[in-house]
């Protein structure tokens, strides 16, 4: 169960974690009493704060999405997020649940591939300590430790990180901007689902913002008798 609110998750900002989320819910009235949690987390002084700031419209449905039993789940975004590059896909990959990428509770597993050559650039392997799984008793989920031996291990072959990447390309292509992804692995069915798409909001409206001025110099030129070259 998950907040879905009006401007969440929006070109220039994003409201990502101030609504609260409930994993692995059991039956209806788990679920029901979820989603009236999670819609009353609407209302907590964070978010009440962060859309007065940002001046952001009021409404929030809330989803109820079928769990995926992730043996692997991470982020992706569509351009290099430290640099800004538009040319390559940025994967970050652990255990279990995504939950704990997403929360910084562990060091995961960092992949760089090439939109243009289509190969893995660079390969970091994370401490993977923990992970985050259903809890088969009380319901919900649980953290656990790693086993030893798999933390040294990539958790992703390298056919996975080229089939995310391409699924990646594809979120991008569809909404015409780089994009933040949210996705999972299942266990059983070792299919990836692609859980979430919101707009990168750290380099894509900064080189809007340059694109803008560009095109405002070069009116200005005209205007002011300038010359303008064409390439």
Not at 91 to 99: C, T
Request: glycine share 10%.
């Amino acid at each position: 169960v998950r907040s879905s609110a009006v401007a969440e998750d929006a070109a220039d900002a994003s409201f990502a974690g101030m609504q609260s989320t409930f994993l692995w819910l059991r039956g209806p009235d788990e679920a029901l009493d979820g989603v009236r949690r999670c819609w009353a987390s609407y209302f907590n002084a964070e978010a009440l704060a962060y859309r007065a700031d940002h001046g952001a419209a009021g409404g929030m449905a809330v989803a109820v999405q079928y769990m995926v039993d992730a043996r692997v789940a991470g982020v992706m975004f569509t351009l290099n997020p430290v640099s800004g590059d538009p040319s390559t896909v940025a994967i970050d990959a652990s255990y279990g649940l995504g939950v704990t990428v997403v929360g910084g509770e562990v060091t995961p597993d960092s992949y760089l591939y090439s939109k243009v050559t289509r190969e893995l650039l660079r390969t970091r392997i994370g401490t993977k300590e923990v992970e985050c799984v259903p809890d088969s008793v009380g319901g919900g989920t649980v953290v656990r430790e790693v086993p030893v031996e798999l933390r040294a291990r990539p958790c992703l072959e390298p056919a996975e990180v080229a089939r995310l990447a391409e699924l990646g390309r594809s979120v991008e292509r569809h909404y015409g901007r780089p994009m933040d992804v949210e996705w999972a692995i299942d266990r059983a069915l070792d299919e990836v689902f692609l859980l979430q798409a919101r707009p990168e909001t750290v380099f894509t409206p900064k080189r809007a913002v340059v694109q803008a001025g560009s095109a405002a110099d070069r009116v200005a030129a005209l205007y002011l008798g300038g010359t303008l070259l064409r390439s």
